[in-house]
Each structure stands twice: as structure tokens, then as C-alpha cells.
T-cell receptor, first 114, second 111 residues
């Protein structure tokens, strides 16, 4: 039972390069999320998708785009990477309302932008 | 807006010591409250939750009580183990779709 799978695990980019972080869940969950984790800042929500076909901005959406490709997959794209986007990125999913069902997290993607 | 404040770490304890990690929150309405734990190299996982005032969440020997009067949700354990070393996040859900996390508190337990 894989749960939430993120690829890649590690990535180094140069400033201005683009990349897509992939996320897939096999739990038939409706909602999916992208967070970034920075030292001393905790987790901050970038974008989320409450259900297939919908996406909404979170706390820190600037510089990112997302696609809810289908119910299983939710990708995060950096069009022009900046050093400020160096972070650990976590994808998560939940069956329904987050106050009634837990978030399930992937193991993260560590991104460095030089 | 909603916010969560946790005590700063790291918290360093010897095995079998008592643990308290403080968490207070600011939110409109009646949020649900959570503790998540992150072990090294992994994503977060739910440790416990409480959905209304005076509820007590518990799991793996950890407990936290939802105190509306003090807007707090402190995490406690009577006897910690080395395997409890991790980062602990307090979080709240004030609405349908998202959680607001605290900054996390690292716990280091030595034998």
C-alpha cells in the first residue's frame, strides 16, 4: 500500500529553470495539497484541490502552478525557479474534510535552487 | 486569520522523563485541533486530534486536551522513549479544506 508517492526525492535547479513535482495517491482520496516546509517556518500551504477538477490558492502560491490531472495525481510546477523556492515540498491527501479525516503525507521532495 | 503558536525547541529529555509541548491557537469559531509527528526523513503523520472543547485526544501514550477557555492544546506524555524523537506539529482546522500548522517543536530523547 504505497499511500502518497512523490517524485523526485531530490532536485537541484539553477535559477530560472523550470520543473514539475509529481504526486500520486492510491487511497481514492478526494482532496490533495501541496505544502512547503522551511526551517523555523513550519508548513505553509501552497495550493490545494478540494476535489477533482478544482484548485485553490493557499498561503504562499506565488511562483507556482498546479494541475489536478485526475483523482489520483496532483502536480506542482515551478515555471522559473528562484533561490527563495529552496525548500522541502510535501504533497498530502485526505478523504474528505480535513477536520474529519487525517492528512496523509508523502515523504517529500528536497529542492535546492542555486 | 487563524494561527498556531508552539513552544520553540529543541526539547531535550532523558528516556522515561515527562513531556509537555505547549500549543496555543487563535481562530474564529470552533476549530478542530490536531497533533502531527514527523520522524526523520519522512512526511508528517497524524498523532491525535480533538474536535470540540474538553475532548481529549490520545494515541501511543500521548494525550492532549482541547481547552477552549485558554485556547490551548498541549501535548503530554508521561514517559518518553528514544523512539519518540521527532518533530511535533500542532495544527488547527477552521474550515472545510485546509489545516494551519504551527512551526514545529523538535524532541530529542537520549538513553
Amino acid at each position: 500500500n504505497a499511500g502518497v508517492t512523490q517524485t523526485p526525492k531530490f532536485q537541484v535547479l539553477k535559477t530560472g529553470q523550470s520543473m514539475t513535482l509529481q504526486c500520486a495517491q492510491d487511497m481514492n482520496h478526494n482532496s490533495m495539497y501541496w505544502y512547503r516546509q522551511d526551517p523555523g517556518m513550519g508548513l505553509r500551504l501552497i495550493y490545494y484541490s478540494a476535489s477533482e477538477g478544482t484548485t485553490d490558492k493557499g498561503e504562499v502560491p506565488n511562483g507556482y502552478n498546479v494541475s489536478r490531472l485526475n483523482k489520483r495525481e496532483f502536480s506542482l510546477r515551478l515555471e522559473s525557479a528562484a533561490p527563495s523556492q529552496t525548500s522541502v515540498y510535501f504533497c498530502a491527501s485526505s478523504e474528505r474534510r480535513v477536520d474529519n479525516s487525517p492528512l496523509h503525507f508523502g515523504n517529500g521532495t528536497r529542492l535546492t535552487v542555486t | 486569520g487563524d494561527s498556531v503558536t508552539q513552544m520553540e525547541g529543541p526539547v531535550t529529555l532523558s528516556e522515561e522523563a515527562c513531556l509537555t509541548i505547549n500549543c496555543t491557537y487563535t481562530a474564529t469559531g470552533y476549530p478542530s485541533l490536531f497533533w502531527y509527528v514527523q520522524y526523520p526523513g519522512e512526511g508528517l503523520q497524524l498523532l491525535l486530534k480533538a474536535t470540540k472543547a474538553d475532548d481529549k485526544g490520545s494515541n501511543k501514550g500521548f494525550e492532549a486536551t482541547y481547552r477552549k477557555e485558554t485556547t490551548s492544546f498541549h501535548l503530554e506524555k508521561g514517559s518518553v522513549q528514544v523512539s519518540d524523537s521527532a518533530v511535533y506539529f500542532c495544527a488547527l482546522s477552521g474550515g472545510y479544506s485546509t489545516l494551519t500548522f504551527g512551526k514545529g517543536t523538535m524532541l530529542l530523547v537520549s538513553p
